[in-house]
Nanobody
Framework: QVQFVESGGGLVQAGESLRLSCAAS????????IGWYRQAPGKQQELVAT???????VFGDSVKGRFSISRDNAKNTVYLQMNSLKPEDTAVYYC?????????WGRGTQVTVSS
């Protein structure tokens, strides 16, 4: 199993930046991919960014060019750098990892972007 501690959410103004952190513990050596999803009120959950064990990344269309994802293996932590934030980025952001075919989710961290 894998557990997460997410941090870095908050309230910012449009155009500003935030960095989310997801510190993983447990069977982290079995993680196939790790990343972030988000869900805004009344909307479906959507992919933000994922990072696979081979280093490949996938980004949601709405964040391409503004967000980046990175991993510090020594700290078992994944970072989501969010730049040029927009009010439509407001959502709860969840860390998620695929571990030997199973999905593990964090509790989420709120990001609110004011206009």
């Amino acid at each position: 199993q894998v557990q997460f501690v997410e941090s870095g959410g908050g309230l910012v103004q449009a155009g500003e930046s935030l960095r989310l952190s997801c510190a993983a513990s447990g069977s982290t050596y079995r993680i196939n991919s790790i990343g972030w999803y988000r869900q805004a009120p009344g909307k479906q959950q959507e992919l933000v960014a994922t990072l696979s064990s081979d280093g490949s990344t996938v980004f949601g269309d709405s964040v391409k060019g503004r967000f980046s994802i990175s991993r510090d293996n020594a700290k078992n932590t994944v970072y989501l750098q969010m730049n040029s934030l927009k009010p439509e980025d407001t959502a709860v952001y969840y860390c998620m990892a695929v571990v030997t075919g199973y999905d593990y989710w964090g509790r989420g961290t709120q990001v609110t972007v004011s206009s």
